[in-house]
């Protein structure tokens, strides 16, 4: 399997982009937590169409323009990770759940603890919101890019009033 990558400027920091050969493999913030850095078995390419597609969608998300991106991903993990990350992408513009709810929604209610170890895990972020997932008490819990990172992304998309929690 071929993997690229690169970085990309954003109003959060820059952003490295990981893709394979069935999409977007990874968006990392710099600083994140779990951070594996892909330059050890991939090869930089700015140019990449995944690349540019992402970078022009990542800027309108930013502008407040886009509400949905419309790339592929590739995700690599457990089929119970997965099926988290695939249930994060579920979750819309300007929503919130919760860690229990995304328990249940992947059919094992009381798992809320290991689904937030994996939506900490969630390679992808952004373009898979894990940060639109709150704490049952509606406060924000970690978040591998860092709690001040969560809340302007949930304040772009007017999930959260600016100010609060």
Known sequence: MTTIHTIIPSVVGDLQLVAGDGGLRGLHMAGQKYFVDPAVDSRPDPSAELFVRAAEQLEAYFAGDLRAFDLPVEFVGTAVQVSIWEQLRLIPFGATTTYGALAAAIGKPG??????????????????????VIGANGALT???GGLERKRRLLELEGALQPGLL
């Open 111 to 132: 798992m809320a603890q290991g689904v937030g170890q994996a939506v900490g895990h969630n390679p992808v972020c952004i373009v898979v919101p894990c940060h639109r």
């Open 142 to 144: 970690g978040y591998a």
